[in-house]
Structure formats: C-alpha cells, structure tokens
C-alpha cells in the first residue's frame, strides 16, 4: 500500500489509458470507494452548503461549465472569508496549487475587495495565460505538489480546486502542510475543493481517484489541533445533468450538449438548485482546515 497517497494503487485516469487500464482503474477505484463512511474522523464538522438564489445570475453569465464547476463557483462565492481573512497579515497572501490557466486568482479578488491580496500560483506546466495577470499582485511557478513545503513559509491560505485528486502523492502534500501548521503561530487556512466517490460514474477516468469521508479522514488526521469542516457540495439531479449533457455525448463521440442545448442545460441547471428534494446528488467535497486560529462555520 502506498503510504504517501489515499489510493492503494495508481492509476492516472488524464492519461490515455489501454483497454486494460481503464478497467483497472475503474476497479482500483471502486474498491478504494468501498466502506465510505468507516472510521471517519471524528474532528471533521459535517455541513450541507447552502446557496443564494440571487447566485443564479452567475450561472447565467457562465453558461458552459459543468454541474459541479458551478457548484464549487457558488461555495467560493459566498464562502465567509471575513471571518479570516481580518485575523491574517497585510496582504492577505493566497497560494493555489493546481492553478492551471488561473481562472480563480480574479474571482478571489473580486470576492475580497476590501482586503489587500498577494497570489501564488503552481502547477506543472507553464499557461500563456499567466502572462495577462498584475505581476505586482499575482505570480507564477512551475513545480510538483510534492514541493509544496518550498512555498509555504509566507502564505496564509492554501487552496485547490478539482487539484488534489490529480495527486499522485496526496498524502505527502498534506503531511507537508502540517509540519508547517505545527511549526508556526500564526493562524493558516487551507480549503481543497475535490470530487466526491459519487462521481465515479461520471468523469470517466478523471485524475488518480475520488473521495469518501473515510480517505478525507486519512488527511484530516494529519490535523488533529484544528478546526476541520467537510461541507457537502450537492443539487437535486446534477451527476445525471452531467451524464447526460456531458458523459454520455463523450462516450458517442458527439457534440457536447452544454453547446448544442445550451439553453435547455442552464434551465436544468437552475432548476436543480432550486428543486426542494432533499434526494440530493453529492458532487463535490470542500474540506475547510482552519490552523492556529479557532472559528465556527456553523
């Protein structure tokens, strides 16, 4: 068993994969879904996220993305950030790891307009993109997570989005983090957005894996002295919106329906958020570690 990871075995799912290995890391993972909800750690605070209705607007001006994409859009948008970021220092110094092309260093800005801000962004590869950013206030790198201890020593909050699951060693990234937390006074905040092992079926092959409570808590343990949160990211219908929108036009190898339908996908989409079923589909996970500085989400 790999130590460093919360997969026993793996298998990358963004490379293009055999036969063979599709099948296995189907298998691989089903069997890591197994027993979800066994010997969770009992640290975690679990809550449902909730939503405004006035967010619609947003999902109306972002009419491409997935499903979950919006929902983790929507917890970023209304998450309570006050409640931090006037307890860290001047600026407020954020560093994403996964960072891609940067689509959440703006988004951050916007959301905390009255708070200075510094951006540090690391992913594998170089984007063009990084070159329209303020170099004052955003910058850049290329590198491995498993470095992630050689950027840690000036951030307050570290985040991912749909990152940690392209992970090939995630244990060791978060074990990193909490030597620092350990090592250090001042608070720090760490929120990882990542799918949940309802998706399986879903994302077809996508990253190394997906999430129960029970592999959350192989991370969360790393963090025994902080306030540890793990909120449900879920709408009514929303994997079967992204099956059928998404998956299975992939599978046919036809066009995607969020371009062909577009409209009849963002009335779906709404129409989920606003659906009062509490037969809700779980998507995403957003696991929410506060260190060094004790605060309630409830």
């Not at 592999?215 to 994997?239: A, G, Q, V």
Request: with cysteine.
């Amino acid at each position: 068993m790999n130590v460093r990871s919360t997969s026993f075995i793996n298998i990358s799912g963004d490379k293009k994969l055999n036969f063979i290995l599709a099948f296995l890391w189907l298998l691989v993972n089903i069997l890591n879904n197994l027993l979800p909800n066994y010997k969770i750690d009992k640290n975690i605070k679990h809550l449902k996220f909730k939503f405004r209705k006035n967010d619609l607007s947003y999902i109306k001006n972002n009419n491409y993305l997935s499903p979950a994409r919006f929902l983790c859009d929507l917890f970023w948008i209304n998450f309570p950030f006050y409640k931090f970021y006037n307890k860290f220092s001047k600026p407020f110094n954020i560093c994403e790891v996964g960072c891609g092309t940067g689509v959440y260093p703006n988004l951050l800005k916007n959301i905390m307009v009255n708070s200075k801000i510094s951006y540090t962004g690391i992913d594998l590869k170089k984007y063009k993109e990084w070159d329209n950013f303020d170099k004052s206030i955003f910058k850049f790198i290329v590198d491995k997570s498993d470095n992630i201890k050689n950027y840690l020593n000036d951030i307050d909050f570290l985040f991912t989005q749909s990152a940690i699951e392209h992970f090939d060693q995630d244990l060791f990234f978060f074990n990193q983090i909490a030597d620092h937390v350990s090592n250090i006074k001042k608070p720090f905040l760490q929120i990882h957005l990542f799918p949940s092992h309802k998706c399986l079926f879903t994302y077809l092959n996508h990253g190394y894996r997906q999430y129960t409570p029970r592999n959350i808590s192989k991370i969360t343990r790393y963090f025994n002295n902080s306030d540890i949160y793990l909120y449900k990211l879920e709408s009514y219908n929303s994997n079967n919106i992204h099956r059928k929108f998404i998956t299975f036009p992939k599978i046919l190898r036809i066009k995607d329906k969020r371009y062909s339908k577009n409209k009849e996908y963002i009335n779906e989409i709404i129409a989920s958020l606003n659906h009062k079923s509490k037969n809700k589909h779980l998507t995403f996970y957003a696991l929410v570690i506060s260190s060094n500085n004790k605060i309630d989400l409830n």
